[in-house]
């Protein structure tokens, strides 16, 4: 099968291997989304449940007015009761029309990014635990390549499920703070992944874009090399092949197939860190699906900033498609 070539070749000459993995988008296209094991939906509608009965408890410790949106640092209890910090952003003129989660990749996050953020919305910028800057090293190791080992062991305990059923308490964070509103996910890389596995089992969202998300299809992550987090479980898994069977609970692209809604998905065709056939596992997955494809995720490339500006514009209109159809 031949790999993808120019402009590739040119635009990363430099790279220690060839990030399309011999992909072609029509290749990427035809990548099946992992099939669920048996009791996974009952164990994620548990978890759901179980995270129903914890009191986000959102208390305010600043506010700040940025760029004519009113942003405060919240504090807010995760699904195991541990108490994490994000930022909550609202318009300063009028009441909000729709709330926004807003995930972020595997760097963690060190303020707010409004591209995304309708003028007329309230969103939470929640930061996963362990991450910086808000919760560096609270409740988890800072280092991705730790963090997402943490816990491997015991599907109750593994971080990434952690992360993704703290997101339910983000929304119940937001909603406590501003009011019932419908919700959109917005998430990358690391955030794109734990959106996935989230969303399925919180019927408050109408819609989510998830930007080259992580975690999907494990077949295919596993057997490949790369630069982000995937090569730590990859090692591990190696190593204990028993993670294998814990990982089945986690594949963004099981969990994606059972959700009801809209989703946009901005697949890469190159990316080091993320490998394209595990982002086209859960893009495949996507019930109701807007598939933006990028030339390369994780990666700047010429042209890559009109790129960039063209999927922000995509994405907030695919949020305002979602809104209207909902109201």
Not at 9 to 19: G, I, K, M, Q, S
Not at 232 to 247: G, I, M, S, T
């Amino acid at each position: 099968m031949p790999s993808l070539s120019s402009p590739y070749d040119t635009w990363f000459a430099d790279a220690e291997f060839d990030a399309g993995y011999g992909h072609t988008l029509s290749t990427l296209l035809a990548i099946t989304p992992i099939a669920a094991p048996e009791g996974f939906e009952t164990r994620w509608q548990s978890w759901r449940k179980q995270a129903k009965t914890v009191d986000a408890a959102p208390t305010v410790l600043s506010t700040d007015t940025v760029h004519g949106r009113r942003v405060s640092v919240v504090e807010h209890s995760g699904a195991d009761g541990i108490r994490l910090r994000a930022w909550l952003v609202e318009p300063l003129a009028g009441p909000a029309r729709v709330g926004v989660v807003h995930s972020h990749g595997y760097g963690g996050r060190d303020g707010v990014d409004l591209a995304r953020i309708p003028g007329d919305a309230a969103a939470i910028f929640p930061v996963a635990r362990g991450l910086p800057t808000l919760n560096a090293g609270i409740g988890a190791p800072e280092q991705p390549a730790e963090h997402v080992l943490a816990g491997i062991d015991d599907p109750e305990r593994y971080m990434l499920g952690l992360c993704a059923r703290d997101l339910w308490l983000a929304a119940d964070a937001l909603t406590a703070l501003v009011g019932t509103l419908p919700l959109y996910y917005i998430g990358e890389s690391f955030g794109g992944g734990i959106g996935a596995l989230a969303l399925p089992w919180d019927e408050r969202y109408i819609g989510a874009t998830l930007i080259v998300p992580s975690f999907g299809q494990y077949d295919e992550r596993l057997a490949v090399h790369c630069l982000g987090s995937g090569e730590a479980v990859r090692d591990h898994v190696a190593a204990h092949p028993e993670a294998r069977e814990v990982l089945r609970w986690f594949d963004a692209s099981t969990a994606l197939g059972f959700a009801r809604l809209p989703v946009r998905v901005e697949a890469a065709l190159w990316d080091p860190y993320v490998p394209p056939a595990g982002q086209f596992g859960v893009a495949n997955a996507a019930r109701m699906l807007d598939l933006a494809v990028l030339p390369a995720g994780h990666a700047e490339y010429p042209g890559s900033e009109k790129v960039t500006a063209e999927a922000i514009s995509d994405g907030r209109a695919h949020l305002a498609r979602t809104l209207r159809a909902a109201s």
